[in-house]
Each structure stands twice: as structure tokens, then as C-alpha cells.
């Protein structure tokens, strides 16, 4: 009998120290980080077949008008010098120069030009829309041709050298 | 001798016993503000009724009791990309993100060298025009929030590149989208490596971001 009740005096005294040291922690507030630490790597890729473009475009497009015919270079081309990595034609934009760029389709109006590259025609200044196949990759060492025709307004008088439009050719590697 | 500690086990039991009634006692009288009476007796007699304030991780009476959480989200890495001729491209959409309901800021920001790499003064890539090929050293510059470039400046294998919060480095709470993300842009230099790396993550920097408190 005097074992059963030292039993429970000896729970009794766990409960409480287990109910006191329960409470002791819950009126602790709750403390939550006030500030944070994050590490983010640096990472570092050596990426061999990121190649510099070399590349060399016509430097200049002539248009003849003679007697009203035009005529153009049929030697243009754009070339890749690389010796390793393709590269491509992913843009052309024709701006106004001397002269105003116009629709090649349907050519109208005073003093414009239109021209028509690999088969993709101005619609007026701004980048043509280039049809598939136009300018296909070209692989290192290698020449794509540029065919390109002109219209130009009959009333422009006589033009030598005159810059009449720039044609911007973008780029990229492949 | 039984008997001496079974005393002293009743009274250590009695004590504590005692302390955890007087301590809830305590805890009850804290809350017995709110249903005590607060009532008015005399025609333009007046009542004070406190506004209290519980903070808890979990709505509306329930929960933890915690402070405000903060939630910041940070670019998992800071990526560089090298070229066979040295220039070195880097992420150009990384940014720190403040989804938390308060104001915080950047402490500080420390870069550490990883093993094997080290730290060098950033600035132009010809700098490293002398150093050896597999010196693997590399120099950083960090901008944050479009703050002062802050760039590692000695041969320290860690350094501080912001070591107290400056311009750029305070953002709002989440509820104000434009001011509570900031941009993270970077820069590095490297010097030439012989052969090839992938993702090889070459320093580590340490964001540390706190409340943006009152004082």
C-alpha cells in the first residue's frame, strides 16, 4: 500500500514538473527570424561554341539605271569566314535613304526605290518578310548569294553614288 | 530515511504545484481584461475599450503567436557564360522578390571564392591580360535595385560587396509590385581556362535580407 502511494506522489510530482516546464515554453514568444541569409553560387560555363561572327556582307548594293533599264552586281554575297559555325540571315531591314523605299509589288510614286533581295520584296521602309528558304544557312567557308533587283522612280534625275537606301542585314549564329 | 524523501518529494511537488497555479493565475489575469465589465453607470459617463492586437502564424485566433513572416525570393544562382574570346555574358532578368507583407532590405552582401577559384580587383578584361591560363580567378561586380556597382576589389578570398544596406537596397512590401522586387545585375571577369567548364560554380554570394525597420 505505501509503495502504490509513493507511486503515485512520484507521477504526480512527473506530471507537475512536466506541466510547469510545458507552460514555461508556451509563454515564451514565438520568435521568428527577423532577417534570413540566402547563398546563391555563381556558376561559370566556358562555352566553346559561342563564336564570335565573322561574317563580311556586300559593301554596297549598286542599282545602274541606264536608259530606264536597271540593272544590279550579280556577284553580291554575304560570306562566312568562320571556319567552324553556321551562320544565318535573320533579318534584312531596308531603310530610306536618298530616296524613299516602295512597295516592289505594286511600285508607284516619285522619287522612291524598291528593291527585291533573294526573292523577298520591300513593301516600304522596314524589314522584309522573308520567305522560307530566301536565306538559307551558310556553312562555315562558305558564300550565300544575293540576288537582288531594283525598281527606281523615273523622275529622279541624275543620281552618281548617291546613297538611295541602306539595307541592314542581321546576323546570327547558328 | 524513505520517509525524509518522501517529505521532500511532497513538498518539491506542493512547490511546483504552487508556481503553476500562481503562474496561470498570472496568464488568466492578463486576459481577464477583455470579458471583465466595462460598464457605463451615470448618464455621460465614459468607458475605455482597448484594441488588441494578436500576431499568429495561423489567421484569426489560431495559431502560433508569431511576428510577421518574412518571404524573399532570391535567383537560385547567378549564372556566367564565357566564350571562347573571353567575354563573359551574364543572366539579365535576375532580381530579388519581396513576398512578404512588409518593407525589407539588404543587409549585406559577401562573395566568397569557391574551391579552387579565386577572387581578383573587377574591372576591364584586360586587367587579366598577364594572368596564367587556369589561374581561375575571377573578378565580380554586382548592381542592386539599380544602386552604386559594388565590385570585389582586393585578392580576399571573401569580401563584403555591400556591407550595409544602400540605394537599391530597399524593398517594399509585396503589396506594392513595382517597389518590392529589385534587379540584380552582374559582372564578371574570368581568366582563360584550357579547357571547357559547365554550370562549375566558381564563388558563392551570401545575401543576408532583414526587416526594413523603424530606427
Same mark, same amino acid.
Given at each position: 500500500?505505501k509503495?502504490?502511494?509513493?507511486m503515485k506522489?512520484k507521477?504526480?510530482?512527473i506530471?507537475?514538473a512536466?506541466?510547469?516546464f510545458?507552460?514555461?515554453?508556451?509563454a515564451?514568444?514565438?520568435?521568428?527570424?527577423?532577417?534570413?541569409?540566402a547563398?546563391?553560387p555563381?556558376?561559370?560555363t566556358v562555352?566553346?561554341d559561342? %563564336?564570335?561572327?565573322?561574317v563580311?556582307?556586300?559593301?554596297?548594293?549598286p542599282?545602274?539605271?541606264r536608259?530606264?533599264?536597271v540593272? *544590279?552586281?550579280?556577284?553580291? %554575297?554575304?560570306?562566312?569566314n568562320?571556319?567552324s559555325?553556321?551562320?544565318?540571315?535573320t533579318?534584312?531591314?531596308?531603310?530610306?535613304?536618298a530616296l524613299?523605299v516602295?512597295d516592289?509589288d505594286?511600285?508607284?510614286?516619285?522619287?522612291?526605290i524598291a528593291?527585291r533581295?533573294?526573292?523577298?520584296?520591300?513593301r516600304?521602309a522596314?524589314?522584309?518578310t522573308?520567305?522560307?528558304?530566301a536565306?538559307?544557312t551558310? %556553312?562555315?567557308?562558305?558564300?550565300l548569294?544575293?540576288?537582288?533587283d531594283a525598281?527606281v522612280s523615273?523622275n529622279?534625275?541624275?543620281?552618281?553614288?548617291?546613297?538611295?537606301? *541602306?539595307?541592314?542585314?542581321?546576323i546570327?549564329?547558328? | 530515511?524513505t520517509k525524509t524523501?518522501s517529505?521532500?518529494?511532497?513538498?518539491?511537488s506542493?512547490?511546483l504545484c /504552487?508556481?503553476?497555479?500562481?503562474l496561470?493565475?498570472v496568464s488568466q489575469?492578463?486576459? #481577464?481584461g477583455a470579458d471583465s465589465?466595462?460598464?457605463i453607470?451615470?448618464?455621460?459617463?465614459?468607458? &475605455?475599450?482597448p484594441?488588441s492586437l494578436?500576431?499568429?502564424?495561423g489567421?484569426?485566433w489560431?495559431?502560433? !503567436?508569431t511576428?510577421t513572416?518574412l518571404d524573399?525570393? /532570391?535567383p537560385?544562382?547567378?549564372?556566367?557564360?564565357m566564350?571562347?574570346d573571353?567575354? &563573359?555574358?551574364t543572366?539579365t532578368?535576375?532580381k530579388?522578390?519581396?513576398?512578404?507583407?512588409?518593407?525589407v532590405r539588404v543587409k549585406? @552582401?559577401?562573395?566568397t571564392a #569557391?574551391?579552387?577559384w579565386?577572387l581578383c580587383?573587377f574591372?576591364?578584361?584586360?586587367?587579366l591580360?598577364?594572368?596564367? @591560363?587556369?589561374?581561375?580567378?575571377i573578378?565580380f561586380? /554586382?548592381r542592386?535595385g539599380?544602386g552604386?556597382?559594388?565590385?570585389t576589389e582586393s585578392?580576399?578570398?571573401s569580401q563584403?560587396? !555591400?556591407?550595409?544596406p544602400v540605394?537599391?537596397c530597399?524593398?517594399?512590401?509585396?503589396?506594392?509590385p513595382?517597389?518590392?522586387?529589385?534587379? !540584380?545585375e552582374y559582372h564578371?571577369?574570368?581568366?582563360p &581556362?584550357s579547357?571547357g567548364l559547365e554550370s562549375?560554380v566558381?564563388?558563392n554570394v551570401v545575401?543576408v535580407v532583414?526587416?526594413?525597420? &523603424?530606427g
Amino acid at each position: 500500500m505505501k509503495g502504490v502511494v509513493k507511486m503515485k506522489k512520484k507521477r504526480l510530482f512527473i506530471i507537475s514538473a512536466a506541466l510547469l516546464f510545458a507552460w514555461i515554453l508556451s509563454a515564451v514568444p514565438a520568435s521568428a527570424a527577423s532577417s534570413a541569409t540566402a547563398t546563391v553560387p555563381v556558376t561559370l560555363t566556358v562555352v566553346n561554341d559561342y %563564336r564570335a561572327v565573322n561574317v563580311t556582307v556586300p559593301a554596297a548594293l549598286p542599282v545602274y539605271v541606264r536608259n530606264g533599264q536597271v540593272l *544590279t552586281a550579280d556577284s553580291a %554575297r554575304i560570306t562566312n569566314n568562320s571556319k567552324s559555325g553556321s551562320v544565318r540571315v535573320t533579318a534584312v531591314e531596308v531603310r530610306n535613304g536618298a530616296l524613299k523605299v516602295g512597295d516592289f509589288d505594286s511600285f508607284c510614286g516619285d522619287g522612291k526605290i524598291a528593291l527585291r533581295i533573294n526573292g523577298c520584296g520591300t513593301r516600304g521602309a522596314g524589314y522584309l518578310t522573308l520567305s522560307e528558304g530566301a536565306f538559307p544557312t551558310v %556553312r562555315p567557308g562558305r558564300a550565300l548569294d544575293l540576288s537582288y533587283d531594283a525598281k527606281v522612280s523615273e523622275n529622279t534625275g541624275e543620281l552618281e553614288n548617291v546613297e538611295a537606301c *541602306t539595307v541592314i542585314f542581321t546576323i546570327s549564329a547558328e | 530515511m524513505t520517509k525524509t524523501r518522501s517529505n521532500r518529494t511532497k513538498i518539491v511537488s506542493a512547490l511546483l504545484c /504552487l508556481i503553476l497555479c500562481g503562474l496561470t493565475a498570472v496568464s488568466q489575469a492578463a486576459f #481577464a481584461g477583455a470579458d471583465s465589465p466595462n460598464e457605463i453607470g451615470s448618464s455621460g459617463g465614459s468607458a &475605455v475599450t482597448p484594441v488588441s492586437l494578436t500576431t499568429t502564424n495561423g489567421g484569426l485566433w489560431g495559431g502560433e !503567436i508569431t511576428p510577421t513572416k518574412l518571404d524573399v525570393s /532570391l535567383p537560385t544562382s547567378l549564372p556566367l557564360a564565357m566564350s571562347d574570346d573571353g567575354a &563573359v555574358a551574364t543572366a539579365t532578368d535576375t532580381k530579388i522578390i519581396n513576398r512578404s507583407y512588409g518593407a525589407v532590405r539588404v543587409k549585406n @552582401v559577401t562573395i566568397t571564392a #569557391a574551391d579552387g577559384w579565386n577572387l581578383c580587383p573587377f574591372g576591364d578584361k584586360s586587367s587579366l591580360a598577364y594572368e596564367k @591560363v587556369d589561374s581561375n580567378k575571377i573578378g565580380f561586380a /554586382l548592381r542592386i535595385g539599380g544602386g552604386q556597382l559594388v565590385k570585389t576589389e582586393s585578392a580576399d578570398r571573401s569580401q563584403y560587396l !555591400i556591407y550595409r544596406p544602400v540605394s537599391g537596397c530597399y524593398l517594399t512590401g509585396a503589396g506594392d509590385p513595382a517597389g518590392s522586387a529589385a534587379s !540584380i545585375e552582374y559582372h564578371a571577369i574570368v581568366t582563360p &581556362v584550357s579547357s571547357g567548364l559547365e554550370s562549375c560554380v566558381v564563388a558563392n554570394v551570401v545575401f543576408v535580407v532583414e526587416w526594413d525597420t &523603424v530606427g
